[in-house]
């Protein structure tokens, strides 16, 4: 039986700052596209107030807390909960490992703060971001947060592991292919964009992140297909011709 899935990655949510219409329109998609399997590539937490950057910036942390943002994440995951049929496979991203690290630096917030203390994990597949729990198989294909900022990320990506893998981390389109001659086999490696904003204050140059998601179907163990999908202003249309735009999907949106 063929199952249907959706990928998302790098939402990036935080405390008081409202959902990217990106993200939006993925969100009112997902209720009409009705996964069987949601896959969340990691980065789901901005975690603004544990980036090193950030540290002696008091104005721009003040007031955040790591509860209000477990708040954000969870209202959001209810969502994704209630949407996949089958299963949501949660991923950690770099950003969202930087608890544990704040808790290596600070030991007293043990048992308080982590992911499988504030976020209620029952019925999903959890993931740090760390081998061997990442990538995770799922049918056919490999999913990961993605671990390599290099021009070329997803050819060093399927370099690296040998396995077709989807990922997200560099909120950037791109995609490699290798034929493995000797085995009879192809394999890729797939990244999407991000569902966050483009702009964030801690970059000043000209940034290259890109909106979108991707859609995937799984035969069993046997085959797959993968459909990365981009977002234009909000906007984009299904591999079936479906036009979506989230100012125009209130009756879905949340
Ligand atoms: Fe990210």
Known sequence: ???????????????????????????????????????????????????????????????????????????????????????????????????????????????????????????????????????????V????HGWYMVKYHANKHLEAFSGNIIYGHVHKFQQASKILHAQDKQIEAWSVGCLRDLNPCWIAGPNEWQHGFGIFYLNGQKSFNFYPINIIDGTFMTPEGELWDYRKVHKYAA
Do not use: C
């Open 141 to 144: 294909p490999y999913f990961a």
């Open 1 to 139: 039986m063929i199952k249907k899935g959706i990928f998302i990655t790098d939402t990036h949510w935080q405390q008081d700052v409202p959902m990217h219409p990106a993200y939006l329109a993925v969100k009112s998609f997902a209720k009409y596209f009705k996964p069987d399997i949601v896959v969340h590539g990691g980065d789901i937490g901005e975690w603004e107030f544990l980036m090193g950057l950030n540290e002696k910036r008091l104005q721009l942390i003040s007031g955040k807390t790591y509860l209000r943002e477990y708040d954000t994440i969870n209202r959001e995951l209810d969502f994704w909960k209630e949407i996949a049929r089958d299963k949501l496979h949660l991923l950690l991203g770099n950003h969202d490992e930087r608890i544990y690290k704040a808790i290596e630096k600070n030991p007293m917030l043990e048992g308080l703060v982590e992911w499988e203390n504030q976020v209620d994990l029952k019925g999903v597949k959890f993931y740090r971001w760390r081998q061997p729990e990442q990538p995770v198989r799922i049918g």
